[in-house]
């Protein structure tokens, strides 16, 4: 076997099978069962990025398990599923670092770190599969996963919270197994790699964005995410800035993108359900006290702008929305974890409680700014070049009222998170608690995600050439 | 008869008449002599379906029509898995010690005869065995719910086996004779089929009352409330599979339903398991008691069954047998694990119980792998079998059916969920303060399931081969 193809096997399959051996690893000691995870982590995204030279050669590399049927699990390392993997791993990994100080205080700290690495190998799971029936098989356990992530704290209103997560984003998986299932009888076959140029009927396409919208949070599905915020910081870190709700932007590229042609009126129909989601969470973010909440409304207006540089129908846009998944993801975990260390160390996730932080916790109020402006899309950070593809390309579609939607959204989002960063950082000292700056590897993690953000915007060159590479081999129906 | 089989009904027989006299002086050699019967019961089962050359031949030298063996190692494992968690729940002072275990095994033989036989007389004699046992079973504890449960049972069942003698005899006037192979040949034929079908309605709804299907499932929450804690989880995993469930794929096989023939039938019976699956997921939302609930949910699974035998298509027979295995294991594990917490706790009350995940970590988990995959949660057991469900109904253009099939996993979903939140998270309530995880030995039955639930979702290939050749043995 290929050394590739045994990247791509070990990807997906030490975190998964990895994530049951750490209840094990822990029955050594608590040292050994942290590095466990966190190697696991690390090792999980060298295998990803390793794959990295192979595809931009314009290769790929895939692997086939029969199952009966046509059920084959397929793993198949493209340009789209080895970008999203990285920057997946790559987070995760970051977040698991973070996670060593941040959690070591709670309960369930072995379940913790379980289903995080669980998560992140079904994760891998769903970026790598070719194959429709286990994108939904690993679908629905990040769906596990992060069920009993949310759920960490075990207060009734913590677990309600959980099995509202679980519900609707199962609700949308099971409509998105009957597109599926719509599919496989149709063309016989759930091999993506099959179906590439296919057209694809209405009703299948409309059962599958479904599943998408709620995965990703979107609207009429968005409540759950910002309900999921009684997670532990890490957790929402992870499930919904960086990860889990990219999981629908994802599957709209892989199955709407590069695989589909979406029937005409379609792209449109998600344009404005992105487009209205964008506002009224934008509208949201800029009046709730709560600063996991804010964050979480915010993630919910930016994943919105993914769908309008997926939905837009011709490259600049998709380059950029892909560009806008790297970009989020780093910096809005940033924000997240920022927001672990401070609501940590200020006792309250209560704005109005907070106030003058920037002298006691600097480095913190730092790492929050430089994420804040690359969510903003100030130049010269990453965030902004992401934004500019996505609006400019968005502009050759031509689809004014759209356009305009975004456009307040955008300005609404500037609000906010100036909002937010002088409620926390700036004016009167709130005096609650005796806050202070968070532990060594807490703030190291959070600035490197920070410097990360600023650095992919000077180097923008490299991922913008790999997106749209990636958009002019994979792309269909694309102008 | 199948006569390869015979064995494994003869021996526990033999043991369960030799239980009492071997337990007179020894209460425990009662327990001993029954578990070691169906263990070696299992083994030997085991061997014959799971050895090498079998797997490697793609189960094509499976004896029978391979749907009865299964059956039977199905029947053996539920067996030993409730003669197992017995022998360490039942207290040490109960009176009637040795004929619970000799009813226990005269229910195993009676199980196995009913999936053995060939016609339809020595099945009604089987059933009739296998309701008497556990109309005795259910009692095992002599409290008042546990009459109240026998009794529900007795009225409600008995009426069905007149449903099912009345068309048996209907049938041997209009067939003159009660093969199952007379009945199949007589299906195939071309002749009017008016009075052999009235007679198989009656069979058939005799078995849908016994299966305990809507809108005759009003006594199965009764019974298996009632029930003694060990023996529900023996009434719900298998007995009420083999006595109802099991008879209905078979008929559903006999008369043909795949090629269009007693057409109303099949669709009476579809009907009915959708409605069950609707009724009993609804109804389950709204239980405080873990075992009513887990009942109700039984109803709506059972009507997964169902649906897919009305079907009756290779796809949907496969479907409906791979469900009836997926069932029986994680609706075992869940039944045990609630008499675990009885046990503990001294109530399933739902309200009284809370925050149980830290004391019983095991019994926690092992409910966690058997709920979702009775949710059909991938890539678990129960999300294949009710896959090869749903494809069948969309492949047959029913897609009203599969769409509603699919999407009332969600419900099942959310009452276990409401389940696993009351049960063990949330705060410790007075109920479950100080409370410990039970004992190995009676871990090691939901254990080994659990550990069963989750091969068969993995090995989905090998045993999508096996029960490919059981529905082309079955139905060609």
């Known amino acids: ?479 | 008869m199948d006569k390869g089989l015979l064995a494994y009904l003869l021996i526990p027989l033999l043991s369960a008449v030799i239980i009492p006299f071997a337990a007179r002086t020894r209460p425990k050699m009662a327990d001993i002599l029954a578990n070691v019967t169906l263990l070696a019961g299992l083994a030997n089962l085991l061997w014959l379906a799971l050895r090498p050359s079998m797997i490697a031949g793609g189960f094509a030298d499976i004896p029978g029509d391979g749907l009865s063996l299964l059956l039977v190692a199905a029947v053996y494992l539920v067996g030993l898995c409730v003669t197992f968690f017995s022998a360490y729940f039942i207290e040490e002072g109960l009176p009637n010690r040795p004929a619970y275990y000799s009813l226990l095994l005269v229910s195993v033989a009676a199980m196995t005869g009913v999936v053995t036989t060939t016609d339809f007389f020595t099945l009604y004699v089987f059933i009739e065995v296998l309701a008497v046992t556990s109309f005795a079973l259910i009692t095992t504890d002599d409290s008042s719910a546990g009459i109240e449960g026998a009794l529900k049972y007795f009225f409600l069942t008995f009426p069905a086996s007149v449903l099912i003698i009345v068309g048996i005899a209907i049938l041997m006037m209009t067939l003159g004779s009660l093969s199952y192979e007379n009945l199949r040949l007589f299906m195939a034929s071309d002749a009017p089929a008016g009075p052999v079908t009235f007679a198989s309605a009656l069979i058939m709804l005799g078995f849908i009352v016994k299966s305990g299907v809507v809108p005759f499932h009003t006594w199965t929450p009764d019974a298996y409330q009632g029930a003694y804690a060990p023996v529900s989880a023996h009434l719900a995993g298998i007995v009420t599979k083999i006595s109802g469930v099991y008879a209905i794929i078979k008929l559903a096989t006999l008369l043909r339903f795949f090629d269009g023939r007693a057409q109303a039938l099949s669709e009476m019976l579809m009907f009915l398991g959708m409605l069950s699956i609707a009724v009993g997921a609804l109804a389950a939302l709204k239980q405080t008691n873990f075992k009513r609930m887990l009942a109700f949910s039984s109803i709506s699974q059972i009507g997964y069954i169902v649906l897919a035998a009305g079907l009756g298509t290779p796809l949907a027979i496969m479907g409906a047998v791979f469900h009836l295995i997926n069932h029986a294991t994680f609706k075992t594990v869940l039944f045990l694990n609630s008499a675990s917490l009885e046990k503990s706790t001294g109530t399933t009350d739902m309200d009284k119980l809370g925050g149980m995940e830290h004391s019983m970590p095991w019994t926690s988990w092992t409910s966690i792998v058997a709920l979702l995959s009775t949710a059909g949660v991938p890539p678990l057991s129960g999300f294949w079998s009710k896959l090869l469900i749903i494809l069948a109904l969309w492949e047959s253009g029913l897609r009203v059916y599969a769409v509603l099939a699919l999407l009332f996993s969600i419900v099942t979903l959310a009452y276990f969920m409401m389940m696993q939140k009351k049960v063990f998270f949330g705060k410790k309530t007075p109920a479950s303060e100080r409370v410990q995880e039970v004992s190995a030995p009676l871990l090691a039955p939901v254990v080994l399931m659990s550990a069963i639930i989750v091969a068969l979702g993995l090995l989905f290939p090998y045993f999508y081969a096996y029960v490919k050749v059981v529905a082309e043995r079955i139905i060609l």
């Open chain 1, 1 to 479: 076997m290929d050394l590739p193809i045994q990247m791509l096997i070990t990807a997906v399959a030490v975190p998964v099978f990895g994530a049951f051996l750490i209840p094990i690893a822990a029955k050594v000691s608590v040292p050994t069962r942290n590095a466990f995870a966190v190697l696991l982590g690390l090792f999980t995204f060298f295998a990803a990025a390793s794959l990295m030279k192979l595809v931009v050669g314009g290769q790929t590399a895939s692997w086939t398990l029969a199952f009966p049927r046509g059920f084959d699990l397929i793993l198949h390392a493209d340009m789209l599923s080895v970008f999203m993997a990285s920057i997946s791993a790559f987070v995760s990994a970051i977040i698991l670092i973070y996670s060593l100080d941040y959690i070591s205080h709670y309960d369930n700290q072995t379940e913790y770190y379980a289903m995080v690495v669980l998560f992140l190998g079904s994760m891998m799971g769903l970026v790598f599969s070719a194959s429709l029936l286990w994108m939904y098989v690993f679908w629905e356990m990040t769906g596990f996963a992060s069920w009993r992530l949310v759920g960490f704290f075990r207060s009734d209103k913590d677990v309600a919270k959980a099995n509202k997560t679980i519900l609707v984003t199962v609700f949308g998986a099971l409509c998105m197994l009957v597109g599926i299932i719509m599919i496989y009888f149709d063309y016989g076959t759930l091999d993506l790699r099959a179906l590439h140029g296919q057209a694809i009927s209405y009703a299948a396409a409309g059962f599958i964005l479904v599943g998408i919208l709620s995965k990703s949070a979107t609207l009429p599905f968005s409540t759950w995410l910002p309900d999921a915020g009684v997670a532990p910081s890490t957790v929402t870190s992870l499930l919904h800035a960086a990860v889990l709700v990219k999981i629908g932007v994802y599957a709209y590229a892989r199955i709407f993108g590069v695989t589909f042609a979406a029937p005409d009126g379609f792209s449109t129909a998600v344009l404005y359900i992105a487009g209205a989601s964008a506002l009224v969470s934008a509208g949201a973010a800029l009046i709730d006290t709560d600063i996991k909440r804010i964050i979480a409304y915010s993630t919910i207006s930016q994943l919105a702008f993914i769908f309008l540089g997926l939905a837009s129908g011709n490259k600049t846009a998709f380059a950029g929305a892909l560009l806008y998944i790297l970009m989020h993801s780093i910096a809005k975990a940033g924000l997240f974890l920022c927001a672990g260390i401070i609501e940590q160390n200020a006792h309250t996730k209560d704005i109005n409680q907070m106030g003058g932080l920037f002298s006691s916790m600097p480095v913190t109020g730092a790492a929050f700014a430089l994420c804040s402006l690359s969510v903003m899309g100030i130049p010269p950070f990453g965030g902004f070049f992401s934004k500019f593809m996505v609006f400019s390309g968005a502009a050759q579609n031509g689809n004014l009222p759209v356009l305009l939607m975004f456009l307040a959204g955008a300005v609404m989002t500037l609000l906010y998170l100036v909002r937010l960063f002088y409620k926390i950082f700036l004016g009167e000292p709130g005096g609650h608690g005796n806050p202070k700056e968070g532990s060594y590897t807490m703030v190291a993690s959070v600035m490197a995600l920070a410097l990360i953000g600023l650095a992919l915007g000077a180097l923008i060159y490299y991922p913008s050439a790999y997106t749209e590479l990636l958009t002019n081999n994979l792309g269909v129906n694309l102008q």
